[in-house]
């Protein structure tokens, strides 16, 4: 591990170097290391892009006469303190900045592009000097609720998005358009011919209670739906400090500043006993700096000094408790990060985009390797392995699931759904906060955030609250892997209309059944979806899988269930062809709604299946344990019973088989060592 790190080291070094050395040779002078690894990290260290992205920055920061900045005289002090742009003390759940920019302060004809371009750049500038930012990027929301087409600036957003796609050292993971009006389609189609086809994916325009799909409720202000109240004053203090803090450094440096970043300025990196040291600036506490090098906890690979500010004015607020291990490794642009398609599986799909936003799974084995290892544990080894799994204590809170006024939509009193990853509903009640509640998880697909939602089979009393959800977060798809009524109980409510021409409506929408055709293992329902009060209209494809036993696996194998989960897929890929150019999210469409009864047992198998078929497919291995754990972390207790556990490695074999990664499985005897036990 050591000779890697300093492979790494030494490659980055080598990057940094070849980076100064083409500035110097285009004339470019006063520009630090810290700077120059700003925009090798904003481009994977490829010193060809990054010098492209510094020219390019030169350029915009000229041309918007963004050099100079006086941010403690009006116009820009005045320009700052509207609020109207500003950094949130949190992050997502990729340890990504979350940027806000408020439509319904900005008046055009009050202020120039120019004042409002420095008052962006400043704070971002400041923003950018903590190694996080740098490598796990920003998230940029355009917040449009309760704005007029007064308060929009075709010119200034447009200027916004060049700078931020391809002139400013930082990674624009996503930009999220909030609330975006009736008028502001038409300027938001032109926007998007300025968007590279690939970056379009990052961007999105989404209604308030869809932007939790992107970003974490306790990571986001209350007046965008979250639990935040941020202090804009405190931020501004902040800036404040770094800003004189990195005039006086530069003072001390003998003036060796870059001209256009002067914000960004960082002591220079010294080597002192072969280990790297840095200087200490400001709230730099002597403990931190006597880690540096020490253990290896606040270094890095690319030898970043640390800021001459608070390197982490962000925190985090999402998943696990605060945990985020692992969620943001290998962060990357992921402009050039398409991986491509294998087998059948993917038939109408298209390739999917690797990014560190999306869950994506570490680990893995061959097929043949999973083969051998199901061989070795037997029936008995994999039950072991289960216990193991369920064993452990849950990953998160239900403090919502528990509310008095809540507990009667919980379908069972023991099958609740996390605080952390649930699905915030819009309240239906102004008065009445806890109506944002649903008995629903979002879980993480395969490289894919948010891929699905995880709820129980909704209840009479809960119809409303099922379709709202679906309407909310644009769904186009829902499978259903239970009946209504199983051994004489009633294990989900009809929810929807059985019969061709049905219609009910719940709440505000009417659910009209357009078609309906039935197979040996399934059912699929057409629906039309539409809130009345708009007349607006979607159509939403209902998969009801009719085999598979509550607490139970499907008798006749894998195969048709694998078949049903390919269907699912093409479904939606149709389906979000039809939208065309009204979506603008993940290439794989928004979250599926997956239900059974409790939506757990035979609900966490399906997903399971679904990511570890999609890993194999596209990466060739897979890794069923480590997806269930991940799946039990978003959607707790999912995969209920020790013989689904077993059906997930089974069936990942029969696929395999299917489609070609293995010629066959010898699983005889596999039985054999569990005929004594109980279950």
């Known amino acids: 591990m050591e000779i890697a790190f300093r492979r790494s080291f030494l490659k980055v070094l080598r990057a940094t170097k070849a980076f100064l050395d083409t500035l110097t040779e285009a004339g470019a002078v006063c520009v630090s290391r810290a700077t120059a690894i700003k925009f090798l990290l904003a481009r994977k260290f490829d010193v060809d892009r990054a010098f492209a992205l510094w020219r390019q920055h030169e350029a915009t920061r000229r041309r918007e006469g963004l050099s100079k900045f006086a941010p403690f005289e009006d116009p820009l002090k005045a320009e700052l303190e509207t609020g109207k742009f500003t950094i949130l003390p949190t992050r997502d759940a990729t340890g990504a900045a979350i940027a806000v920019f408020t439509a319904n302060k900005h008046f055009p004809t009050q202020t120039t592009h120019q004042t409002t371009l420095q008052g962006v750049v400043y704070q971002l500038d400041v923003a950018l000097q903590s190694l996080e930012t740098q490598r796990a990027g920003l998230v940029f929301i355009y917040d449009m609720t309760d704005s007029k087409y007064t308060n929009f600036d075709y010119e200034l957003s447009r200027k916004i998005l060049t700078m931020l796609k391809g002139g400013y050292p930082a990674k624009l993971k996503k930009v999220l358009i909030v609330t975006a009006p009736l008028w502001f389609k038409a300027p938001f189609g032109i926007l998007r011919l300025f968007v590279r086809e690939k970056l379009r994916e990052r961007v999105h325009t989404v209604s308030a209670p869809q932007l939790g799909v992107h970003v974490p409720r306790a990571s986001l202000p209350k007046q965008l739906g979250g639990q935040l109240e941020p202090d804009h004053a405190a931020w501004l203090d902040h800036c404040k400090n770094c800003y004189t803090n990195n005039l006086q450094n530069s003072k001390l440096d003998g003036g060796t500043i870059d001209e256009y970043v002067i914000s960004n300025h960082i002591p220079v990196v010294k080597p002192q006993n072969g280990i790297i040291e840095h200087e200490v600036g400001c709230d730099m506490t002597s403990d931190r700096a006597a880690r540096l090098g020490d253990n290896g906890t606040d270094m890095h690979i690319s030898g970043d000094p640390p800021y001459t500010c608070d390197p982490s004015p962000l925190r985090h607020t999402h998943g696990f408790n605060g945990d985020l291990k692992g969620r943001h490794i290998n962060s990357g642009d992921e402009d050039d990060l398409d991986l491509s398609s294998r087998g059948a599986w993917s038939s109408g799909e298209g390739s999917p985009t690797l990014s560190d936003e999306e869950g994506a799974a570490g680990g893995g084995e061959s097929a043949g390797a999973l083969a051998a290892r199901v061989r070795a544990l037997g029936r008995r080894g994999l039950h072991a392995h289960y216990d193991d799994i369920r064993a452990r204590a849950p990953a998160g809170t239900f403090h919502h699931a528990k509310l008095p006024s809540n507990l009667a939509k919980n379908r069972y009193t023991d099958v609740l759904c996390y605080d952390h990853s649930r699905v915030i509903l819009s309240q239906s009640d102004?008065?009445?906060?806890?109506?944002?509640?649903?008995?629903?998880?979002?879980?993480?697909?395969?490289?894919?955030?948010?891929?699905?939602?995880?709820?129980?089979?909704?209840?009479?009393?809960?119809?409303?609250?099922?379709?709202?959800?679906?309407?909310?977060?644009?769904?186009?798809?829902?499978?259903?892997?239970?009946?209504?009524?199983?051994?004489?109980?009633?294990?989900?409510?009809?929810?929807?209309?059985?019969?061709?021409?049905?219609?009910?409506?719940?709440?505000?929408?009417?659910?009209?059944?357009?078609?309906?055709?039935?197979?040996?293992?399934?059912?699929?329902?057409?629906?039309?979806?539409?809130?009345?009060?708009?007349?607006?209209?979607?159509?939403?494809?209902?998969?009801?899988?009719?085999?598979?036993?509550?607490?139970?696996?499907?008798?006749?194998?894998?195969?048709?269930?694998?078949?049903?989960?390919?269907?699912?897929?093409?479904?939606?890929?149709?389906?979000?062809?039809?939208?065309?150019?009204?979506?603008?999210?993940?290439?794989?469409?928004?979250?599926?709604?997956?239900?059974?009864?409790?939506?757990?047992?035979?609900?966490?198998?399906?997903?399971?299946?679904?990511?570890?078929?999609?890993?194999?497919?596209?990466?060739?291995?897979?890794?069923?344990?480590?997806?269930?754990?991940?799946?039990?972390?978003?959607?707790?207790?999912?995969?209920?019973?020790?013989?689904?556990?077993?059906f997930c490695h089974l069936a990942i074999l029969e696929y395999a088989v299917m489609q070609g990664y293995l010629e066959s499985v010898d699983l005889s005897g596999f039985d054999e060592d569990n005929d004594d036990e109980s279950e």
């Open 430 to 646: 102004p008065d009445d906060p806890t109506t944002d509640y649903i008995n629903a998880n979002y879980v993480d697909g395969y490289k894919q955030k948010n891929a699905f939602i995880c709820t129980q089979g909704p209840l009479p009393k809960t119809f409303g609250d099922f379709w709202r959800m679906v309407w909310e977060q644009g769904t186009l798809v829902v499978v259903m892997t239970t009946r209504t009524v199983e051994r004489g109980r009633v294990k989900c409510g009809q929810y929807w209309p059985l019969a061709a021409g049905g219609r009910v409506q719940h709440g505000h929408l009417a659910v009209t059944t357009e078609a309906v055709d039935h197979q040996d293992d399934y059912i699929v329902s057409h629906l039309l979806l539409t809130d009345v009060r708009t007349e607006q209209s979607r159509r939403v494809w209902h998969g009801q899988y009719t085999r598979w036993p509550d607490y139970g696996v499907p008798g006749a194998g894998a195969a048709p269930v694998l078949r049903f989960l390919q269907l699912v897929r093409r479904a939606q890929h149709a389906a979000l062809a039809d939208l065309g150019d009204a979506w603008a999210g993940h290439s794989r469409g928004p979250p599926i709604v997956v239900h059974c009864s409790a939506g757990i047992g035979r609900t966490g198998t399906f997903l399971t299946l679904d990511i570890c078929a999609l890993r194999l497919a596209h990466e060739g291995v897979v890794d069923v344990r480590g997806t269930v754990e991940r799946v039990r972390a978003q959607r707790a207790h999912s995969i209920q019973m020790p013989d689904q556990y077993v």
